[in-house]
């Protein structure tokens, strides 16, 4: 068990829908980022926030956006929603704001399936 | 584009046996990261090597990074059914703020 809670495990949605996914980080993790995973693009990193101010930017759809709260959980908004949406997105967590530092603990993810 | 590309895409041998991955990246990098994956779970951890470093050791496992060639290799000796996994490469990537992963190699240890 890493200590990162993902919700919820799995969701089925529709296209054109909204949904929004929670991580609660490990405590004391000020530090979170989001992946999606992908049979074709494999692990894509998403964004991440460090004590609740966004960090970092990588391959994020405008569709889809994120925040980190003063408890230091984040949320990961997905709009839209079209049928290659359809992944594995995890959270993970680490204490500092950068990777130079340390490794990353990962959630167990949450499957979106888009039909 | 993944910074990141695991070498072989699968490698399938028997319990007792060495299995090892490589991993080539293409910036400079302050560290590179190996994780495992088992089916549909979350990612672990497995070892971390800075790029001041050659080599490092964690139980059953040696990481090589060689940076003049920009490449790193996993070595998982006496492999068990239980490694059975997909093993990741992830590197910063020089930037510090976002870990970028490789696509991974398939690992099937045949008990």
Redesign the interface.
């Known amino acids: 068990d890493?200590g990162?809670t993902q919700t919820p495990k799995h969701l089925i949605t529709a296209t054109g829908q909204r949904v929004t996914l929670r991580c609660s980080p490990r405590s004391g993790d000020l530090s979170v980022?989001w992946?999606q995973q992908s049979l074709d693009q494999?692990?894509q990193?998403l964004i991440?926030y460090y004590n609740g101010e966004e960090?970092?930017k990588?391959n994020i759809l405008e569709r889809f956006s994120a925040q980190q709260f003063p408890d230091l959980h984040s949320e990961l908004n997905l709009s839209s929603l079209e049928l290659g949406d359809s992944a594995?997105y995890?959270c993970?967590s680490s204490v500092r704001?950068?990777?130079?530092t340390?490794?990353?603990?990962?959630?167990?993810?949450s499957?979106l399936t888009v039909l | 584009s993944?910074q990141g590309e695991e070498d072989p895409q699968a490698l399938s041998i028997q319990e007792g046996e060495n299995a090892t991955m490589n991993c080539s990246y293409k910036t400079s990098i302050?560290?590179l990261?190996w994780?495992r994956q088992n089916s549909?779970?979350?990612?672990?951890?497995l070892i971390?090597i800075r790029s001041n470093e050659r080599e490092k050791h964690s139980g059953r496992l040696r990481v090589t990074l060689d940076t003049s060639k920009k490449s790193s290799s996993l070595l998982i000796t006496a492999s068990r059914a239980a490694d059975t996994a997909s093993y990741?490469c992830a590197t910063?990537a020089g930037?510090?703020?976002?870990?970028?992963?490789?696509?991974?190699t398939i690992l099937r240890v045949k008990s």
């Not at chain 2, 930037?95 to 991974?104: M, Q, S, W």
């Open positions: 890493s990162v980022y992946y494999g692990l990193f991440q960090r970092a990588g594995l995890f993970a704001g950068t990777v130079n340390g490794e990353l603990f990962f959630g167990e993810g499957r | 993944q302050n560290n990261q994780y549909g779970r979350g990612l672990v951890h971390l990741f910063d930037y510090g703020n976002k870990l970028v992963f490789g696509a991974g």
